[in-house]
């Protein structure tokens, strides 16, 4: 084995360097608007921005989201970023400065007494002020204008950098100043030459460089003057060099124009210049953002560097390309074969070796070495070759038949174990032992471990223990299933069997037999059910590959697991695993495993040590009365500041907000999470494109709680809040309940009031009425006996006598002594029967059309069944209308023209009474009467219709009488009577 050991070391010191990125590339196929990236910056908040031949862009580590002239930009063509504390963006271009609040564009052009400034570079101060380094004068912005500060000593500017307090570095001819007080103060002289760049490095020194690839790096004392010392620069086709710093915890990385270099405390580490195949001018910017990536600007792109847990070795030095078994042999090394070849792998990279090992007739997808120096290769058609300590190789016969199978091996006490078909072989030194259990007849054995306790097989139909010289199967822990067992693993009480289709068996052993504990599948989170190989880190964390790839699963209790998944993020390349097998460095704690793309190593201790918790910002508050109403144009509320206070008026109370995640590396795993107290019990998980819709909130104080969350490795961001008030409208207000309360009071007060009130006034309603009957009855009566009736009627009895008529006299007497009779008996009573009076109209009419000398005519239209039947009405009510109807519209038509009729029927409770006549009507009447007696006034009818309105008070008076024009000429009344 130390001669095994001696030959593989002899190959480590012409190795090539291993990656140890990640490597992204982002171009216009991912949302940029030009390849071509000048600048990148990293605000506040968290967001990555970028400046190309095409504006700006923000990215949160999934989407682009671009600004151009389109959009406000004063300049396409944009060199460097500022923020300001209140977070608004700087943005230089050229001779002018944009700023950016998120929303709009204001513009400042920069000029000095009249001749434009071209500005290179911006800064923030310690005291929050925005400074503008232009190429020969130092300003500063101020409100909505810029200010410039005189340089006295002519001094030319190109880059400027802050320290950790805040103070202002200026690197120009000459060398560095601070700026202080508006004055250049010097700190590091640099006669004759002009500092391009600045940078205050992890080590404590300022990091400077200079034209003609000069790199300087000195201690920084901020009040103290300092001088350079040179840094070294490695040989090579680097170009210019030096145009750009920046660092991150740990290492200074110096941009060139064909990728950058690395250093330490000082010491060139390694020149990182592979990442693309484009001989030119490539670097315009390098930044490190607050997650560790390495972000570099160049002519054809934004690359992303993230540092990561793992070396990659890719298979450009293997042969056949794809990887199968593999062994550790000594600290930090490692021998595998491709199916055909062998190799050694180191972190320093990969050689061939054993190239006088005889060609076997098919793949070799297994080897074993042992610490006695013995090495065996096995195949599946061609058997076994080993190599003895002396360097030379026996194809060694076994088993029946032309083939063989021999592709899995165990080591154990000195013996080498080594599956085949139909059973399984022991070898020691060159001495091998046959095992072929019945139970394995046409079985091929694909996995095995042997330890003290354990004796396990895995076989492409089910899992075996051997127990003395038996086999107990499990076919019973996949529910009697055949299963493929692709490989088997012990740490401690668990043994972990990988299978094809079935995912990763986890068993304990208990008194020497396996106990089922789980079985992870692709439903727990593994990346695939096919599952390759399997391992126990030095921290307990189980590893396994699949045919989807890498995870790692932690025990997080008795029953729980948690599983994490690997890609190229993460540096897992995206690599068929069908054949790869884990291996641990009992040394480093390293792991190892072939895939077709080459070697992976891992080191699970960087891996726990490189998770980069998510951001959460909250991105903007869309304020709608009804997310329905499409034509509604929403109030917005840009950039809400977390742990902030917003009153939301009641009319707007369906919220939008717009949750934005940063992750600048994996932010395709994120999710949203939200918690709004006042309303949810929990947290909510949010849409994927993190905009949440509150809709209709009641009025009151809510906190909203939101969160990102990593499912990659199962990070959650720092918990931000806002806190909203939804006002309450003015009817849910508490003056509004007291002014409800109240005035419900004084309503009920008012009502009880109102009835009282009533109930007096009926009672002297009714007083009143009994007052208002008995005037009515003597107001009727003198209605009847009108004055005039009786003096007309007087005047025709002494006419007719005069005349000698004495027949005429005797009758008319006759029937005004009858009229006179009825109208006294019907003055005592309030209701009367209804033909007495029709009775009592009919003697009237008939004494009018005698004493008038037949100069109008008459007739009654009497429903049939009021003839005969007994209905009562009250009195003395018609002969009123009747009159009239008879002096003011029948006497002014030529004599025999005039006609009155009077009609009955029943409606109901009330008789309706109709007094038609053909007389001039009522216009001309009036017009002879005011004419004849300009102040006469006739009272009967209005006296009448009181009456009537007392008997029926709770029918209008509109509807008891109504008088109307006929369209022929005359007149109509229409009586409401009730009856009695």
Same mark, same amino acid.
């Given at each position: 084995?130390?001669?095994?050991?001696?030959?593989?070391?002899?190959?480590?010191?012409?190795?090539?360097?291993?990656?140890?990125?990640?490597?992204?590339?982002? /171009?216009?196929?991912?949302?940029?608007?030009?390849?071509?990236?000048?600048?990148?910056?990293?605000?506040?908040?968290?967001?990555?921005?970028?400046?190309?031949?095409?504006?700006?862009?923000?990215?949160?580590?999934?989407?682009?989201?671009?600004?151009?002239?389109?959009?406000?930009?004063?300049?396409?063509?944009?060199?460097?970023?500022?923020?300001?504390?209140?977070?608004?963006?700087?943005?230089?271009?050229?001779?002018?400065?944009?700023?950016?609040?998120?929303?709009?564009?204001?513009?400042?052009?920069?000029?000095?007494?009249?001749?434009?400034?071209?500005?290179?570079?911006?800064?923030?101060?310690?005291?929050?002020?925005? @400074?503008?380094?232009?190429?020969?004068?130092?300003?500063?912005?101020?409100?909505?204008?810029?200010?410039?500060?005189?340089?006295?000593?002519?001094?030319?500017?190109?880059?400027?950098?802050?320290?950790?307090?805040?103070?202002?570095?200026?690197?120009?001819?000459?060398?560095? #100043?601070?700026?202080?007080?508006?004055?250049?103060?010097?700190?590091?002289?640099?006669?004759?030459?002009?500092?391009?760049?600045?940078?205050?490095?992890?080590?404590?020194?300022?990091?400077?460089?200079?034209?003609?690839?000069?790199?300087?790096?000195?201690?920084?004392?901020?009040?103290?003057?300092?001088?350079?010392?040179?840094?070294?620069?490695?040989?090579?086709?680097?170009?210019?060099?030096?145009?750009? %710093?920046?660092?991150?915890?740990?290492?200074?990385?110096?941009?060139?124009?064909?990728?950058?270099?690395?250093?330490?405390?000082?010491?060139?580490?390694?020149?990182?210049?592979?990442?693309?195949?484009?001989?030119?001018?490539?670097?315009?910017?390098?930044?490190?953002?607050?997650?560790?990536?390495?972000?570099?600007?160049?002519?054809?792109?934004?690359?992303?560097?993230?540092? /990561?847990?793992?070396?990659?070795?890719?298979?450009?030095?293997?042969?056949?390309?794809?990887?199968?078994?593999?062994?550790?042999?000594?600290?930090?090394?490692?021998?595998?074969?491709?199916?055909?070849?062998?190799?050694?792998?180191?972190?320093?990279?990969?050689?061939?070796?054993?190239?006088?090992?005889?060609?076997?007739?098919?793949?070799?997808?297994?080897?074993?070495?042992?610490?006695?120096?013995?090495?065996?290769?096995?195949?599946?058609?061609?058997?076994?070759?080993?190599?003895?300590?002396?360097?030379?190789?026996?194809?060694?016969?076994?088993?029946?038949?032309?083939?063989?199978?021999?592709?899995?091996?165990?080591?154990?006490?000195?013996?080498? #174990?080594?599956?085949?078909?139909?059973?399984? #072989?022991?070898?020691?030194?060159?001495?091998?032992?046959?095992?072929?259990?019945?139970?394995?007849?046409?079985?091929?054995?694909?996995?095995?471990?042997?330890?003290?306790?354990?004796?396990?097989?895995?076989?492409?139909?089910?899992?075996?223990?051997?127990?003395?010289?038996?086999?107990?199967?499990?076919?019973?822990?996949?529910?009697?299933?055949?299963?493929?067992?692709?490989?088997?693993?012990?740490?401690?009480?668990?043994? #972990?069997?990988?299978?094809?289709?079935?995912?990763?068996?986890?068993?304990?052993?208990?008194?020497?037999?396996?106990?089922?504990?789980?079985?992870?599948?692709?439903?727990?989170?593994?990346?695939?059910?096919?599952?390759?190989?399997?391992?126990?880190?030095?921290?307990?964390?189980?590893?396994?590959? /699949?045919?989807?790839?890498?995870?790692?699963?932690?025990?997080?209790?008795?029953?729980?697991?948690?599983?994490?998944?690997?890609?190229?993020?993460?540096?897992?390349?995206?690599?068929?695993?069908?054949?790869?097998?884990?291996?641990?460095?009992?040394?480093?704690?390293?792991?190892?495993?072939?895939?077709?793309?080459?070697?992976?190593?891992?080191?699970?201790?960087?891996?726990?040590?490189?998770?980069?918790?998510?951001?959460?910002?909250?991105?903007?508050?869309?304020?709608?009365?009804?997310?329905?109403?499409?034509?509604?144009?929403?109030?917005?509320?840009?950039?809400?500041?977390?742990?902030?206070?917003?009153?939301?008026?009641?009319?707007?109370?369906?919220?939008?907000?717009?949750?934005?995640?940063?992750? @600048?590396?994996?932010?395709?795993?994120?999710?949203?999470?939200?918690?709004?107290?006042?309303?949810?019990?929990?947290?909510?998980?949010?849409?994927?494109?993190?905009?949440?819709?509150?809709?209709?909130?009641?009025?009151?104080?809510? /906190?909203?709680?939101?969160?990102?969350?990593?499912?990659?490795?199962?990070?959650?961001?720092?918990?931000?809040?806002?806190?909203?008030?939804?006002?309450?409208?003015?009817?849910?207000?508490?003056?509004?309940?007291?002014?409800?309360?109240?005035?419900?009071?004084?309503?009920?007060?008012?009502?009880?009031?109102?009835?009282?009130?009533?109930?007096?006034?009926?009672?002297?309603?009714?007083?009143?009425?009994?007052?208002? %009957?008995?005037?009515?009855?003597?107001?009727?009566?003198?209605?009847?006996?009108?004055?005039?009736?009786?003096?007309?009627?007087?005047?025709?009895?002494?006419?007719?006598?005069?005349?000698?008529?004495?027949?005429?006299? @005797?009758?008319? @007497?006759?029937?005004?002594?009858?009229?006179?009779?009825?109208?006294?008996?019907?003055?005592?009573?309030?209701?009367?029967?209804?033909?007495?009076?029709?009775?009592?109209?009919?003697?009237?009419?008939?004494?009018?059309?005698?004493?008038?000398?037949?100069?109008?005519?008459?007739?009654?239209?009497?429903?049939?069944?009021?003839?005969?039947?007994?209905?009562?009405?009250?009195?003395?009510?018609?002969?009123?209308?009747?009159?009239?109807?008879?002096?003011?519209?029948?006497?002014?038509?030529?004599?025999?023209?005039?006609?009155?009729?009077?009609?009955?029927?029943?409606?109901?409770?009330?008789?309706?009474?109709?007094?038609?006549?053909?007389?001039?009507?009522?216009?001309?009447?009036?017009?002879?009467?005011?004419?004849?007696?300009?102040?006469?006034?006739?009272?009967?009818?209005?006296?009448?219709?009181?009456?009537?309105?007392?008997?029926?008070?709770?029918?209008?008076?509109?509807?008891?009488?109504?008088?109307?024009?006929?369209?022929?000429?005359?007149?109509?009344?229409?009586?409401?009577?009730?009856?009695?």
């Amino acid at each position: 084995m130390k001669k095994l050991l001696l030959l593989f070391s002899l190959f480590l010191s012409i190795f090539t360097d291993a990656q140890e990125y990640a490597i992204r590339h982002f /171009t216009i196929s991912d949302g940029l608007p030009s390849g071509n990236i000048i600048q990148v910056y990293q605000d506040r908040k968290g967001f990555l921005w970028v400046s190309s031949l095409a504006g700006i862009s923000r990215f949160d580590g999934k989407n682009f989201v671009n600004y151009s002239l389109e959009d406000g930009l004063p300049f396409s063509y944009n060199a460097d970023f500022c923020e300001d504390l209140n977070g608004n963006l700087y943005v230089q271009y050229g001779d002018g400065v944009a700023r950016f609040n998120g929303l709009t564009f204001q513009n400042y052009v920069s000029s000095y007494e009249g001749v434009p400034v071209y500005v290179k570079a911006l800064i923030r101060d310690k005291d929050g002020q925005v @400074l503008v380094i232009g190429r020969d004068i130092i300003g500063a912005i101020s409100g909505d204008s810029m200010i410039f500060y005189p340089n006295k000593d002519k001094k030319l500017f190109y880059c400027a950098a802050t320290d950790s307090a805040g103070n202002v570095l200026i690197g120009g001819s000459g060398g560095v #100043y601070r700026f202080k007080n508006k004055v250049l103060v010097p700190i590091i002289d640099e006669p004759n030459e002009r500092v391009q760049s600045l940078l205050l490095g992890p080590d404590g020194y300022l990091w400077y460089g200079m034209l003609h690839n000069k790199l300087k790096r000195a201690p920084y004392q901020p009040e103290v003057k300092i001088t350079g010392e040179n840094v070294d620069i490695p040989d090579g086709d680097l170009g210019f060099i030096a145009a750009f %710093l920046t660092c991150d915890s740990s290492y200074v990385f110096v941009g060139t124009q064909h990728g950058f270099l690395i250093y330490e405390n000082g010491h060139y580490i390694k020149w990182l210049n592979n990442f693309t195949k484009i001989p030119s001018d490539m670097v315009n910017s390098i930044k490190v953002d607050r997650e560790g990536n390495l972000w570099v600007g160049s002519l054809f792109g934004l690359w992303r560097f993230r540092r /990561t847990f793992t070396l990659n070795f890719p298979n450009d030095s293997i042969r056949a390309k794809n990887v199968y078994g593999c062994r550790i042999i000594a600290p930090d090394s490692l021998l595998f074969t491709d199916g055909f070849y062998q190799y050694a792998a180191s972190s320093k990279g990969i050689k061939e070796i054993f190239k006088d090992k005889p060609v076997q007739g098919s793949e070799i997808p297994d080897i074993c070495f042992t610490p006695e120096g013995y090495a065996y290769f096995g195949s599946s058609l061609t058997g076994l070759v080993i190599r003895y300590p002396d360097g030379h190789y026996e194809n060694k016969k076994f088993g029946k038949g032309p083939f063989y199978r021999c592709d899995v091996f165990d080591y154990h006490k000195g013996k080498v #174990y080594m599956g085949s078909s139909h059973g399984y #072989y022991v070898w020691d030194k060159d001495q091998y032992t046959e095992f072929l259990h019945k139970e394995l007849h046409t079985k091929n054995i694909l996995g095995m471990w042997v330890d003290d306790e354990v004796f396990l097989l895995g076989t492409n139909q089910e899992l075996y223990q051997k127990v003395g010289d038996s086999l107990i199967d499990y076919r019973s822990f996949f529910g009697n299933k055949a299963v493929v067992i692709e490989s088997l693993y012990r740490k401690g009480e668990y043994v #972990y069997a990988c299978t094809k289709g079935l995912g990763l068996l986890i068993a304990r052993i208990e008194n020497g037999r396996l106990k089922k504990d789980t079985i992870l599948t692709s439903k727990s989170g593994l990346p695939s059910n096919y599952v390759q190989s399997s391992i126990v880190d030095q921290q307990g964390q189980i590893w396994v590959s /699949t045919l989807g790839g890498i995870a790692k699963i932690v025990r997080a209790g008795s029953a729980a697991y948690y599983i994490k998944s690997f890609n190229e993020n993460q540096g897992v390349p995206d690599a068929f695993w069908e054949y790869g097998r884990f291996e641990i460095d009992t040394s480093t704690g390293k792991l190892w495993i072939g895939n077709s793309e080459g070697i992976l190593c891992i080191d699970p201790r960087l891996e726990s040590k490189n998770v980069s918790p998510p951001i959460i910002q909250f991105d903007a508050i869309y304020l709608h009365n009804d997310f329905e109403d499409v034509t509604e144009i929403p109030q917005l509320i840009y950039n809400p500041q977390p742990d902030s206070l917003y009153h939301v008026p009641f009319s707007l109370n369906s919220l939008q907000i717009h949750l934005k995640g940063i992750l @600048l590396s994996g932010a395709e795993n994120l999710e949203y999470w939200f918690h709004l107290e006042g309303m949810n019990k929990e947290w909510m998980k949010a849409p994927d494109n993190g905009i949440l819709n509150l809709g209709n909130l009641p009025p009151g104080e809510y /906190t909203l709680m939101a969160a990102a969350y990593n499912r990659a490795n199962k990070a959650y961001s720092e918990k931000k809040s806002l806190h909203i008030i939804i006002a309450r409208p003015f009817w849910m207000s508490t003056w509004f309940y007291i002014s409800i309360i109240s005035l419900f009071l004084i309503l009920v007060s008012s009502y009880f009031r109102w009835k009282m009130a009533s109930a007096f006034k009926k009672q002297n309603a009714a007083m009143e009425v009994t007052r208002q %009957l008995s005037e009515s009855r003597y107001l009727a009566f003198q209605a009847r006996m009108n004055p005039h009736f009786i003096f007309n009627s007087l005047n025709a009895i002494q006419y007719f006598i005069t005349q000698n008529d004495k027949k005429s006299s @005797l009758i008319y @007497l006759s029937k005004f002594a009858r009229l006179l009779r009825l109208v006294l008996d019907h003055t005592k009573a309030l209701k009367v029967p209804l033909n007495e009076e029709i009775q009592m109209l009919s003697r009237y009419l008939e004494m009018e059309s005698m004493r008038f000398d037949g100069h109008f005519s008459y007739s009654f239209d009497i429903e049939d069944s009021l003839r005969i039947s007994q209905i009562e009405i009250p009195g003395m009510l018609l002969q009123p209308f009747v009159e009239n109807a008879i002096i003011h519209g029948l006497l002014h038509l030529e004599t025999g023209e005039g006609h009155l009729t009077i009609g009955m029927r029943r409606e109901g409770e009330f008789i309706i009474c109709t007094i038609v006549d053909n007389g001039i009507g009522r216009e001309k009447s009036a017009s002879i009467n005011s004419q004849r007696k300009p102040n006469h006034k006739s009272y009967g009818m209005e006296i009448a219709a009181n009456r009537l309105q007392l008997i029926s008070e709770e029918t209008p008076i509109e509807e008891l009488v109504q008088v109307t024009d006929n369209e022929t000429g005359g007149t109509t009344v229409r009586l409401k009577l009730p009856i009695l």
